[in-house]
């Protein structure tokens, strides 16, 4: 189970990974594979800024958690991961904002994988 684990959990850093280099290199399309559009002005700045530093420190943390087998590296990444999916809820739930079933499934699933490799690296 860990080996399977190991590998999910890489597959995110990966994914993660990938998703942060759009951001720094292709926003635009990193904008729209997230059904977003891309803000102008400060708004822009704020959003690639964020954006990229959400997806590069996730899928830096989850890589070398994974690859170093530091439980502790593993922590954030899945804390942030379940953190947007509870935000995400709430602010459908009283912002009125489209709910992203899939988002917050991919969130969710991943961060509960996370803490499941940190659980068994950690014994």
């Known amino acids: 189970m860990q080996r399977v684990l190991q590998i ?13 280099f759009n951001w720094m ?3 635009q399309a990193a ?4 059904g977003m559009d891309l803000l102008t002005g400060m708004g ?8 990229t530093a959400f997806f590069t420190t996730s899928s830096i943390f ?13 922590l954030v990444p899945a804390f942030l991961l379940l953190s947007a999916a509870l935000f995400r ?13 899939q988002a917050v ?16 690296i950690s014994q």
Do not use: C, H
């Open 31 to 34: 904008a729209a594979g997230l």
């Open 62 to 74: 989850i890589l070398l958690g994974v690859w170093q087998k530091r439980p502790d590296f593993l």
């Open 105 to 120: 499934v991919f969130e969710v699933v991943t961060g509960v994988i996370l803490l499941a490799y940190r659980r068994e």
């Open 8 to 20: 999910l959990s890489a597959l995110t850093g990966v994914f993660l990974a990938y998703t942060a």
């Open 89 to 101: 809820l709430t602010s459908a739930q009283f912002y009125d904002a489209e709910l992203i079933t």
């Open 44 to 51: 822009r700045n704020t959003q690639i800024g964020d954006m």
């Open 25 to 27: 290199f292709n926003p």
